[in-house]
C-alpha cells in the first residue's frame, strides 16, 4: 500500500536529501535548482528528471541560459514505498541520482555505483 504523506512533509524530506550532499558537490553545483513536482506528465512512473545541460557538457558559450532543473516526483516515489523509512531512503537515492547527472554521470554508472 502506498505511503500517504502531505506534500510539506515530502519537501522537506528532497530538503533534508539535499543537505546530506556533500558540500563539496553542494558548492560545485552551479545554475540548477530542484523542484517537487506530483508526476511526470509524459511518463508517469519516472522517480525524478535532470532537464538541462550537465557540468561535464558545458563549453564557454554556455551562459544567459534558465537554470537547470531536477524534478523529484511525488506520486511515483509514494506509490514504490510502503513505510515513511523507505521514502526518506527513496528521496535520497533519487536526488542523489539525478546531481549526479547534473555532474554528468550517466545511468549506466550510477547504476554500477549502487545509485540506481
Same mark, same amino acid.
Do not use: K
Given at each position: 500500500?502506498?505511503?500517504?504523506?502531505?506534500?510539506?512533509?515530502?519537501?522537506?524530506?528532497?530538503?533534508?536529501?539535499?543537505?546530506?550532499?556533500?558540500?563539496?558537490?553542494?558548492?560545485?553545483?552551479?545554475?540548477?535548482? !530542484? /523542484?517537487?513536482?506530483?508526476?511526470?506528465?509524459?511518463?508517469?512512473? +519516472? *522517480?525524478? @528528471?535532470?532537464?538541462?545541460?550537465?557540468?561535464?557538457?558545458?563549453?564557454?558559450?554556455?551562459?544567459? !541560459? /534558465?537554470?537547470?532543473?531536477?524534478?523529484?516526483?511525488?506520486?511515483? +516515489? *509514494?506509490? @514504490?514505498?510502503?513505510?515513511?523509512?523507505?521514502?526518506?531512503?527513496?528521496?535520497?537515492?533519487?536526488? !542523489?541520482?539525478?546531481?549526479?547527472?547534473?555532474?554528468?554521470?550517466?545511468?549506466?554508472?550510477?547504476?554500477?555505483?549502487?545509485?540506481?
Amino acid at each position: 500500500m502506498p505511503v500517504e504523506m502531505s506534500a510539506a512533509r515530502f519537501e522537506e524530506l528532497v530538503g533534508d536529501a539535499l543537505d546530506a550532499v556533500p558540500a563539496e558537490f553542494a558548492e560545485a553545483m552551479d545554475n540548477v535548482v !530542484v /523542484l517537487v513536482e506530483d508526476h511526470n506528465e509524459e511518463t508517469p512512473g +519516472i *522517480l525524478g @528528471l535532470y532537464h538541462g545541460i550537465a557540468l561535464t557538457e558545458r563549453t564557454s558559450s554556455y551562459g544567459g !541560459v /534558465l537554470p537547470d532543473r531536477i524534478s523529484i516526483y511525488r506520486a511515483p +516515489i *509514494l506509490a @514504490l514505498c510502503a513505510t515513511e523509512e523507505q521514502v526518506v531512503e527513496e528521496v535520497l537515492i533519487t536526488v !542523489v541520482h539525478e546531481i549526479a547527472h547534473h555532474f554528468g554521470i550517466d545511468d549506466a554508472r550510477l547504476h554500477e555505483l549502487g545509485w540506481g
